[in-house]
């Protein structure tokens, strides 16, 4: 049931690349997402993550099963990318597959 | 426009009264889930349903209960019985695929806060 993500801050200058990752523990985990979540809203889909890893933008997500990690790449980070970001990973739990969160990642972009 | 309200917003309760939150969805989704944050924490899962008269613990269920009595609500009472309630509610839905659930979506959340 693990998701570990360490809590940061990172804080980055504008226009700077960061990485974050994220360890799951459940070997049958099926699905994997990223999730931004601004102070004191609620978290929001960022991306979906694939095996064969995916793109949108200047975000760039991969996953690892063989390791058990997935990793979340930010490439010339903008203020308003400030944030936390989730990682979720559904897992097997007694027949249905449910959504857990990591403890969340903060990202704090500066001039 | 579809999507999730949560209702309401902020809510004080006191001492040992119990409190009911409301989530409603027209996505049409199967699944819904209810989730406490404390800050800096993770989101952590209290129930969730994937069917309607169909609900399950999650891992903090105690001093809380659900209902599922229909496909669009799922709503959570806070009991007298939780220790340290106040906290932010995040309810969540999402479709089912051929047994494996896709992304969930959120409501903007219920901050409760007991005085």
Redesign the interface.
Same mark, same amino acid.
């Given at each position: 049931?693990e998701?570990e993500q360490d809590?940061g801050p990172f804080n980055v200058p504008e226009g700077a690349t960061v990485a974050f990752n994220c360890t799951y523990s459940n070997s049958a985990s099926?699905?994997f997402?990223w999730y931004r979540q601004d102070c004191?809203? !609620?978290?929001?889909?960022l991306m979906?993550v694939y095996s064969s890893g995916n793109e949108d933008g200047r975000f760039t997500a991969q996953l690892n099963r063989a390791s058990q990690y997935i990793s979340l790449l930010i490439r010339d980070s903008k203020l308003s990318d400030s944030a936390t970001y989730?990682c979720?990973v559904?897992g097997p !739990?007694?027949g249905?597959?449910?959504?857990?969160?990591?403890?969340?990642t903060s990202l704090i972009v500066h001039p | 426009d579809g999507g999730i309200t949560q209702s309401p917003k902020y809510l004080f309760r006191k001492e040992g009264q119990n409190v009911t939150l409301s989530c409603e969805q027209n996505l049409n989704h199967d699944?819904m889930?209810w989730?406490r944050q404390d800050p800096?924490?993770?989101?952590?899962?209290i129930y969730?349903s994937?069917i309607v008269n169909d609900f399950?613990k999650?891992?903090i269920a105690e001093g809380y209960s659900v209902s599922r009595e229909k496909k669009e609500s799922f709503p959570l009472t806070v009991t007298s019985a939780q220790k340290n309630p106040t906290a932010?509610y995040?309810c969540?839905s999402?479709i089912l695929r051929q047994?494996?659930?896709?992304?969930?979506?959120?409501?903007?959340?219920t901050r409760l806060t007991v005085v």
């Open positions: 049931k998701v809590p099926q699905s997402f004191r809203k !609620e978290p929001k889909l979906s989730l979720v559904k !739990e007694g249905s597959y449910i959504p857990t969160f990591g403890r969340g | 699944a889930y989730y800096g924490q993770g989101l952590r899962l969730y994937q399950q999650g891992d932010f995040l969540a999402s047994g494996v659930d896709t992304e969930a979506f959120f409501g903007q959340g």
